[in-house]
């Protein structure tokens, strides 16, 4: 049950689009199509923002989509804003019934 | 508005025993999956453990298994984790999550310290 691989920082200006990628291995993410994205602001819980993929949860904001391709699944934020710079955590659900999450990646805004 | 809320943890001895509790609100409680989920501090994310519907399955990750216990009372909309033998790198903000679409509610967390 190793972790995923996440950039450990990602950055980009106001207005900009960034992509973070999130690699596993064949009983994940390739295994998957549960694939979600969690943004997490410093001292609050996790909140989802992508799920299957790239499905977005009603009032979180068409800038995040998501894609995968093989052992890889991407977040791409288009559109950079003050309030995105936040830390992102990628998951899957495994073939074990079990989920796992990626090492994060600290969003920041230059 | 579904609500989690998270108690029970504290400050504890190695080798000790802490039950958390989830209590929730909201939603229907017995359709929905349910995971505890941990945050060491300054650290990543760790999935711990989840349970179905009507406790008939749970799963837990490799570090805690013998060691950690997850249940439900859906009569009392509420989920648990019963941490015995805890060690330090058992210290961590643990939250309960509901399983939806993903992972798609979850609580404030609460602290639990390990340590001598």
């Known amino acids: 049950q190793s972790a995923l691989t996440q950039p450990a920082s990602v950055s980009g200006s106001l207005g900009q689009s960034i992509t973070i990628s999130c690699t596993g291995t064949s009983t994940d993410i390739s295994g998957s199509n549960f694939i979600s994205w969690y943004q997490q602001h410093p001292g609050k819980a996790p909140k989802l923002m992508l799920y299957?993929?790239?499905n977005r949860p009603s009032g979180v904001s068409n800038r995040f989509s998501g894609s995968k391709s093989g052992n890889t699944a991407s977040l791409i934020i288009s559109g950079l804003q003050a309030e995105d710079e936040a830390d992102y955590y990628c998951s899957s659900y495994t073939r074990r019934n079990t989920y796992v999450f990626g090492t994060g990646t600290k969003v920041t805004i230059l | 508005e579904v609500q989690l809320v998270e108690s029970g943890g504290g400050l504890v001895q190695p080798g000790g025993s802490l039950r958390l509790s989830c209590a929730t609100s909201g939603f229907i409680f017995s359709n929905f999956w349910m995971t505890w989920v941990r945050q060491a501090p300054g650290r990543g994310l760790e999935w711990v453990a989840n349970i179905k519907q009507d406790g008939s399955e749970k799963s837990y990750v490799d570090s805690v298994m013998g060691r950690f216990t997850i249940s439900r009372d859906n009569a009392k909309n509420s989920l648990y984790l019963q941490m015995d033998s805890l060690r330090v790198e058992d210290t961590a903000l643990y939250f309960c999550?509901?399983?939806?679409?993903?992972?798609?509610?979850w609580g404030q967390g609460t602290l639990v310290n390990v340590s001598s």
């Open positions: 299957d993929v790239s």
């Open positions: 999550a509901r399983e939806g679409r993903d992972l798609d509610s």
